[in-house]
Every structure is written in structure tokens, then in C-alpha cells.
């Protein structure tokens, strides 16, 4: 297996930048005009409100801990009791996550990794909620907790688990649910649900909102891969060639060298080949479970995903640090994808296909669990 170079942070950087081309985040219509009109009156409505919440429960992306912030909200909620929820925790690589702990702790930040899907790693967030407002709920007849965060993070996801821990644990009036989907910015209203009495306790629900401009490409780009900014925004393939570039730098399909027992390789292309698949065989199925056929094609894809880019980096012969060897190892990587997804050679919207399917398998946790964002030097930043 041929030996990676250990590349620092800032040299990921630059060559993600020559490989792929300046970009521009901004709400002037400029290289990448992405800003909802939506955007700007939740962020004057959430600094309003904020000024009378008693907590800020801030929910992150667990793989994004830095990449999903809003900055501008910092000055805001570093004066507020908080509780920052690293969410999709179950995406996110456990050998790395409690580094990002220790990092919040360190600057005197109550972090805790969750799933807003999971009812025990919820119940573990209202603990520390109820005891970071103990004082307060001595004095006070009514709190407020309000959760904030970029779109598509999972604040719905999580007070809907909210409210049906808190149903079984306070006496609750009538609840209603948050509005959830698969795309940001799909709640877009500010809507107050009371989940407790004596202390009657309000939860506010928020719009995710994002700042009108993101100087840093690389952020930009981590935040569309997230799906905090919508991909047909950037482009389902500029967002592809992103995770490509990171990967191959970090040299994780050199991970992936595929079993030697030929059974597990040859896995039923029989099977794949019955049927038409499109992007919505890889998503979880709301009404029914994934029969056989599901499963064992979800199975081969990722077989076939992985073995490629394996194979693809282990013999490249270029330097990935180069910014034009890398940029031909992409477009080599590409091709075979298609190829191992099944595309047909002459297909128009090749690419499209390909890079849909690719971030699906990603985002999904198909592909293994990852954390994009460096733990920064503790020792620098207090320096």
C-alpha cells in the first residue's frame, strides 16, 4: 500500500481551492447567490427572542462541529447558559468525537454528541438542560429553551423527541409537532410549543439560518455537503468533487482494500441488474421496511464504491497534494464510478447521477463514519 503524506489543515486547504476554483457565499448575487429572503428576518426575529431565552440549546452537525455554526449568533449565545448537541452522532467517527468534547469543555462549553432520533441520547440532553437551569428554575414561574442552528441539522428531528419524552415525563398540555424534511430550510417560522408546568417550560423551535456571506470556501463547501445549503445551489458534482479531493488527501480509501475471498466480490450483479434503481432506493423507506432486494443492492453499491475508489488511489502514481493530479485523479474516479454504479456510458446527466448517488451513500453513513472538520490546537487557540 503506497504511503500518504500527512498533510496539515491549511494544505488541505489550498489545494481544495486550486483543485476546484474559487467560489463566492454571498447574498449579492455573486459567484454563488444562496441567501433565502426567509434568512434575514428569522435572524432579526432569533436575536429578539434570544435576549429572553434562559437557555440556547445550539444544535451542530456532529461532523461539521466548526462548519456548522452560525457566526454570527456566537456573540449572542457565549452570554447565554448553552448546551451545544453535536447531532448525528451516529455518522460521526467515535474515535474522533470526544476529542471535539474535551476541545468545547476546554473553552468552558457544555458539549454533548446526540441523536436527535434516539430517545435515550435525547433524555441524556434534558438532564443536562434541567441542570444547567436549576437556579433559574428556583425563581422563575416560566423558562424558556430555545434550540437554533444552520438548516438541516436536525432541530425539528430533536424537538419532536422532545416532545415525546416530555409527554411522558411532565404533565403537558396539547403538543404540537415541528414540521420536519429533508431539505433546509423547511421550517421557517419561529413556533413556541410548551412541554412542562411548574416551572412551565417553553421550547422554541427556530428556523436554521445561515450567515450572508462565507468567506471560506472550504466552509461553504462543508455546509452544502451537509445539506445546509441546498445542492442544485453549489452543484450536486462541485459538492462530489469536494468529498473526493478531502478523501483522497486523507488517503481513507486506501481503507477500503476489498476482502481477497471472491464470494464477497462477486455479490449478485444478477440481482442488480433485474431493476431500474434511482436515488430514492438508497433513502431510509418511511411505510415499509427494505425488502431483500433493497438491501442486497444497497450492499453491492457500496462494495462496488468503495473497491473502486480503492483501486483508483492505489495505483495512482501522481501526487495528491498537486492540485492537477488530483484534479485528473477525480475525473479518472468519476468514470469509474459511473461504472460501477451501473450508468450508462452515453448518459447526458452522467455525472449528476453519479454525484447524487455518491453523497446520498455519504450522508446516509453508507460509506463508514467521518468527522470533516480538524479539532484545532487547544494550546494555539489560547495563545
Given at each position: 500500500?503506497?504511503?500518504?503524506?500527512?498533510?496539515?489543515?491549511?494544505?488541505v486547504?489550498?489545494?481544495?481551492?486550486?483543485?476546484?476554483?474559487?467560489?463566492?457565499?454571498?447574498?449579492?448575487?455573486?459567484?454563488?447567490?444562496?441567501?433565502?429572503?426567509?434568512?434575514?428576518?428569522?435572524?432579526?426575529?432569533?436575536?429578539?427572542?434570544l435576549?429572553?431565552?434562559?437557555?440556547?440549546?445550539?444544535?451542530?452537525?456532529?461532523?461539521?462541529?466548526?462548519?456548522?455554526v452560525?457566526?454570527?449568533?456566537?456573540?449572542?449565545?457565549?452570554?447565554?447558559?448553552?448546551?451545544?448537541?453535536?447531532?448525528?452522532?451516529?455518522?460521526?467517527?467515535?474515535?474522533?468525537?470526544?476529542?471535539?468534547?474535551?476541545?468545547?469543555?476546554?473553552?468552558?462549553?457544555?458539549?454533548?454528541?446526540?441523536?436527535?432520533?434516539?430517545?435515550?441520547?435525547?433524555?441524556?440532553?434534558?438532564?443536562?438542560?434541567?441542570?444547567?437551569?436549576?437556579?433559574?428554575?428556583?425563581?422563575?414561574?416560566?423558562?424558556?429553551?430555545?434550540?437554533?442552528?444552520?438548516?438541516?441539522?436536525?432541530k425539528?428531528?430533536?424537538?419532536?423527541?422532545?416532545?415525546?419524552?416530555?409527554?411522558?415525563?411532565?404533565?403537558?398540555?396539547?403538543?404540537?409537532?415541528?414540521?420536519?424534511?429533508?431539505?433546509?430550510?423547511?421550517?421557517?417560522?419561529?413556533?413556541?410549543?410548551?412541554?412542562?408546568?411548574?416551572?412551565?417550560?417553553?421550547?422554541?423551535?427556530?428556523?436554521?439560518?445561515?450567515?450572508?456571506?462565507?468567506?471560506?470556501?472550504?466552509?461553504?463547501?462543508?455546509?452544502?455537503?451537509?445539506?445546509?445549503?441546498?445542492?442544485?445551489?453549489?452543484?450536486?458534482?462541485?459538492?462530489?468533487?469536494?468529498?473526493?479531493?478531502?478523501?483522497?488527501?486523507?488517503?481513507?480509501?486506501?481503507?477500503?482494500?476489498?476482502?481477497?475471498?471472491?464470494?464477497?466480490?462477486?455479490?449478485?450483479?444478477?440481482?442488480?441488474?433485474?431493476?431500474?434503481y434511482?436515488?430514492?432506493?438508497?433513502l431510509?423507506?418511511?411505510?415499509?421496511?427494505?425488502?431483500?432486494?433493497?438491501?442486497?443492492?444497497?450492499?453491492?453499491?457500496?462494495?462496488?464504491?468503495?473497491?473502486?475508489?480503492?483501486?483508483s488511489l492505489?495505483?495512482?502514481?501522481?501526487?495528491?497534494?498537486?492540485?492537477?493530479?488530483?484534479?485528473?485523479?477525480?475525473?479518472?474516479?468519476?468514470?469509474?464510478?459511473?461504472?460501477?454504479?451501473?450508468?450508462p456510458?452515453?448518459?447526458?446527466?452522467?455525472?449528476?447521477?453519479?454525484?447524487?448517488?455518491?453523497?446520498?451513500?455519504?450522508?446516509?453513513g453508507?460509506?463508514g463514519?467521518?468527522?470533516?472538520?480538524?479539532?484545532?490546537?487547544?494550546?494555539?487557540?489560547?495563545?
Amino acid at each position: 500500500m503506497r504511503e500518504m503524506s500527512c498533510l496539515s489543515a491549511a494544505v488541505v486547504k489550498e489545494v481544495v481551492k486550486k483543485a476546484l476554483g474559487d467560489m463566492e457565499f454571498n447574498t449579492g448575487g455573486g459567484a454563488i447567490n444562496w441567501f433565502p429572503g426567509h434568512m434575514a428576518a428569522a435572524t432579526r426575529a432569533i436575536r429578539q427572542r434570544l435576549k429572553l431565552a434562559d437557555l440556547v440549546i445550539e444544535v451542530r452537525d456532529c461532523r461539521f462541529p466548526l462548519s456548522s455554526v452560525n457566526a454570527d449568533l456566537q456573540e449572542h449565545l457565549s452570554r447565554k447558559r448553552r448546551v451545544i448537541a453535536l447531532n448525528k452522532k451516529d455518522l460521526a467517527n467515535t474515535n474522533v468525537v470526544h476529542k471535539w468534547v474535551e476541545y468545547f469543555e476546554s473553552r468552558n462549553v457544555d458539549c454533548l454528541p446526540i441523536s436527535a432520533h434516539s430517545g435515550q441520547s435525547v433524555k441524556k440532553l434534558l438532564d443536562l438542560v434541567q441542570v444547567k437551569l436549576k437556579e433559574a428554575i428556583s425563581r422563575e414561574p416560566t423558562l424558556l429553551v430555545m434550540v437554533v442552528g444552520v438548516p438541516n441539522v436536525g432541530k425539528s428531528a430533536l424537538i419532536n423527541s422532545i416532545h415525546q419524552i416530555a409527554s411522558s415525563r411532565f404533565p403537558v398540555e396539547r403538543v404540537k409537532r415541528a414540521t420536519v424534511g429533508p431539505l433546509p430550510g423547511v421550517t421557517q417560522d419561529i413556533a413556541g410549543y410548551k412541554i412542562a408546568h411548574r416551572p412551565s417550560i417553553y421550547v422554541l423551535d427556530t428556523p436554521g439560518i445561515l450567515v450572508p456571506s462565507i468567506p471560506d470556501i472550504e466552509t461553504g463547501l462543508k455546509l452544502a455537503l451537509a445539506g445546509s445549503i441546498k445542492d442544485a445551489v453549489v452543484g450536486e458534482e462541485r459538492i462530489v468533487q469536494y468529498l473526493l479531493a478531502v478523501l483522497n488527501i486523507r488517503g481513507t480509501p486506501l481503507h477500503w482494500k476489498p476482502p481477497t475471498n471472491s464470494t464477497m466480490e462477486s455479490t449478485s450483479d444478477e440481482s442488480m441488474g433485474k431493476r431500474e434503481y434511482n436515488i430514492k432506493d438508497l433513502l431510509p423507506k418511511k411505510r415499509r421496511q427494505p425488502n431483500a432486494s433493497d438491501v442486497l443492492y444497497i450492499e453491492d453499491l457500496v462494495g462496488a464504491v468503495k473497491r473502486t475508489l480503492y483501486e483508483s488511489l492505489s495505483e495512482f502514481d501522481g501526487k495528491v497534494e498537486d492540485e492537477n493530479d488530483l484534479e485528473l485523479l477525480i475525473d479518472k474516479q468519476f468514470d469509474a464510478l459511473q461504472k460501477a454504479m451501473k450508468i450508462p456510458h452515453k448518459s447526458s446527466d452522467a455525472r449528476m447521477r453519479v454525484s447524487k448517488k455518491f453523497l446520498t451513500l455519504f450522508r446516509s453513513g453508507k460509506l463508514g463514519t467521518f468527522i470533516l472538520d480538524d479539532v484545532p490546537d487547544v494550546d494555539l487557540q489560547n495563545n
